[in-house]
């Protein structure tokens, strides 16, 4: 969830390329209806959290697990830049690909999307995000899977203008 302003929150649960993307414009006072916004084209992989910078652009981590990449291919048309990913026509569990997105308003329903910056070295799931000067903090959520093993991980990535 972020404050756009005018009273207005825009509310995306996470949500992966194989799932509805719906979501919602929220007035803060709570008593007026919610809108449903849409998306232009589909956000390819998994939409995690988002955050704002002062001028209330909106920017979200989107990350792909390989284990769901059948689902990528049947239902996105997304290009990675990365041959590994965008050749692929079967499941490898082992391929991670992250990147910040900047979802920018078209109209009161409907957002489109473009891609900022790749997450270099990205093996993580990265969950949580803050924009703070010109760097974008993220975060795992330090669940490794089958095995309980916990690892928090941060990474710093550079805003360009």
Known sequence: MVYLGNNELLIISEFAANT???GYLIHTSLDKTDKPVFF???ICYRLTDLCTDSNNNIYGINVLW????????????CKT????????QSIDTSLHFAQIIQLVKQNDSTFDWKPVVTIKGSGKNWEGIALIDKHFYVIS???????????LSFGIIEKSN
């Open 81 to 88: 830049g990365i041959a590994s990913f965008d050749n692929l």
């Open 20 to 22: 509805s993307q719906v």
């Open 141 to 151: 959520d330090a669940n490794k899977g089958m095995t309980g093993e916990r690892e």
């Open 66 to 77: 390989g284990g769901e990449y059948k689902n990528y291919i049947k239902n996105c048309s």
């Open 40 to 42: 232009s084209k589909p």
